[in-house]
């Protein structure tokens, strides 16, 4: 059922309308004040007007009501005994949809108006679609660009140099999805607590130290999320319709933070190889300095020699030497080697441009995120 909203002073026009359009609600008021009132607070379907009332006119009337906008879109009829073409014009200069003459057919008059309802229908029910789609798209719109906020933070991750860089990268990408979060990392010194907000309550770490017995992703409350994994567990404090994303932002950090942790090992391993080899080498050239005279006295000892000449013993400390340099090549080649692994993975450590930029452009945000141990 339609709402027809009557403006007329002539009550029993007002039981005419009635009688002609009973299977609409009609609301009825006897001056233009009283009219404008009711919107105030409602909005009915269609408005019936008339020109000549107490008080202000039916001109005057439309007029204000059309200042109102949540009637924009709802058909203003005039109906009237004016007849002439100026005062239709001037119905329609001021925002009347159709114009009838008093007396009226009422065939054609409850056609017309079922007509009007109908197209305005039809024009809520297109704004109704319009309006889905505009939705509809505004959110395939912020997911795609969550999703770039995030397939950037997977890429530029795994070229962080350390720990302090990605946590920085990751809090600044949290400020751009608009994510309030604690992130809880166990690193080699222990556990820490990370925070967007600029401090960690007490309750919150007893949740984070509980989080362990929970399932891998545990939501409670309308807005706060748990996220369980292997390198981090975070908290979520207005996780809302981010809950499919947040775990593909976790993935992304545990990848860049367990990269970070195994080159990190990798170095360390090849540093100690390093320091193990110099003293390798200089064990190999002391033995070797001792080999030569060992084994001359060596052969004397057993009767071989009686003694070695000195152009001998030059043969000798060649044949040595010889040997000696021969181990010393093998052990450069795999210093050579060394040095190519170091190349490659302080290429890896290398901050990408568009890194830097961050980087610069988030140090207030770093200032912000407060570590706990």
């Not at 339609?2 to 026009?13: A, G, R, S, W, Y």
């Not at 005994?81 to 008093?102: C, H, P, V």
């Not at 029910?125 to 933070?153: A, G, P």
């Amino acid at each position: 059922m339609n709402t027809i909203l009557l403006i007329d002073d002539d009550m029993i026009f007002h039981e005419m309308i009635k009688a002609y359009l009973p299977e609409h609600q009609i609301i009825s008021t006897y001056s233009g004040e009283e009219g404008i009132e009711y919107t105030k607070d409602n909005c009915p379907d269609l408005i019936l007007v008339d020109i000549q009332m107490e008080g202000i006119d039916g001109y005057e009337t439309t007029r204000q009501l059309r200042t109102n906008d949540a009637l924009n879109d709802t058909p203003i009829v005039f109906i009237s005994t004016l007849n002439s073409d100026e005062d239709r014009m001037k119905a329609y200069g001021i925002g009347a949809y159709d114009y009838f003459s008093k007396p009226f057919n009422k065939t054609e008059f409850e056609s017309k108006i079922n007509q009007i309802l109908t197209y305005r229908e039809k024009i809520n029910s297109s704004k109704d679609q319009l309006n889905e789609s505009y939705q509809l798209f505004t959110h395939i719109q912020k997911n795609t660009s969550l999703h770039n906020h995030i397939s950037r933070f997977s890429q530029l991750g795994q070229h962080c140099p350390d720990i302090d860089t990605l946590l920085m990268l990751f809090f600044y990408t949290v400020k751009e999805i608009k994510v309030n979060c604690v992130l809880k990392i166990n690193d080699s010194e222990g556990i820490k607590l990370h925070s967007n907000s600029g401090k960690v309550s007490k309750l919150e770490n007893e949740i984070l130290e509980y989080a362990s017995k929970l399932d891998r992703i545990h939501q409670f409350g309308d807005q706060r999320a748990i996220f369980n994994w292997q390198h981090s567990v975070l908290l979520v404090k207005n996780v809302g319709d981010l809950i499919d994303l947040v775990p593909l932002l976790l993935d992304a950090f545990d990848s860049a933070y367990a990269s970070i942790v195994d080159r990190n090992k990798l170095l360390n391993n090849i540093h100690h190889l390093e320091s193990t080899k110099a003293t390798i080498k200089e064990d190999i050239k002391g033995l070797f300095s001792n080999l030569s005279g060992e084994l001359s006295d060596k052969l004397t000892t057993l009767g071989l020699i009686s003694s070695l000449d000195f152009d001998e013993e030059e043969q000798l400390r060649n044949l040595i030497d010889t040997y000696y340099q021969q181990i010393n090549n093998k052990l450069d080649t795999l210093d050579q080697s060394t040095i190519e692994v170091l190349n490659n993975i302080n290429a890896l450590k290398e901050v990408p441009e568009e890194l830097q930029k961050i980087l610069i452009s988030s140090q207030q945000v770093n200032k912000d995120v407060l570590f706990f141990n």
